[in-house]
């Protein structure tokens, strides 16, 4: 099956600066790449998804790149704040109703 | 609102008596799943039913079952806890096809004693 690893499992950056999260897959036959955040306490939020189509995708401050042939994609959060502190997890799929997910980055904000 | 309501939020068991967590979502999706959340190890699928009688394991589906009776329920049922299965427990719904992304319940943190 398969199986997507993350790093760094923490990460700890000032406000204002930029935060990098990379994950791999393994299977090539995965086409869907979402990023969920989870604060503490609270249920995982989907932030930003990707495409195999596509190559990168931003939304404001966040931009997620995705590079087929190395099997890796990458969440990109620029000028962070306190409210980004929380666990973000990276997950891939090939088929919609099954997700498998990253371990986790803790991403601590500090002011 | 759309939302997946999960039941109950917090339980406390001991060891062997059968219990249910229940999830029930009301955007009328086809897809849910269950996972487990474990310090260090992320988000692990137990089992997802992609349409009402048909489920299928996920990555660590022993000592769980569900059923899929109603499209809008989906609960998760434990014949027989132990304390490894202690761990905070998410339902998930997704419309699939041009929809994947996932709603979550609130959570079901359980500890088997």
């Known amino acids: 099956g398969e199986n997507v690893e993350q790093h760094p499992s923490t990460l700890s950056v000032q406000e204002g600066d930029s935060a990098v999260i990379k994950c791999t897959y393994s299977?090539?036959?995965?086409?869907?790449f979402p990023w969920y955040k989870q604060e503490l306490g609270k249920r995982p939020q989907l932030i930003i998804d990707i495409r195999s189509n596509v190559g990168e995708k931003k939304d404001q401050r966040i931009a997620v790149t995705l590079n087929k042939t190395a099997k890796h994609f990458s969440l990109h959060i620029t000028e962070t704040q306190p409210e980004d502190s929380a666990v973000y997890f990276c997950a891939a799929s090939k088929r919609y109703s099954t997700l498998t997910f990253g371990k986790g980055t803790m991403l601590l904000v500090s002011p | 609102e759309a939302q997946v309501t999960q039941n109950p939020r917090y339980l406390i068991t001991v060891t062997g008596k059968k219990l249910t967590v229940t999830c029930s979502q009301n955007m009328n999706h086809e897809y849910m799943s269950w996972y487990r959340q474990d310090p260090g190890l992320g988000l692990r699928q137990i089992y997802y039913?992609?349409?009402?009688?048909?489920?299928d394991k996920g990555d660590v589906p022993e000592g769980y079952k569900v059923s899929r009776k109603e499209k809008r329920n989906f609960p998760l049922i434990l014949e027989s806890p132990s304390p490894n299965q202690t761990s905070l427990y998410f339902c998930a719904s997704t419309g699939g096809a041009t929809n994947e992304k996932l709603f979550f319940g609130s959570g079901t943190q359980l500890s088997v004693l």
């Open positions: 299977d090539s036959a995965s086409n869907y």
């Open positions: 039913s992609m349409n009402v009688e048909v489920t």
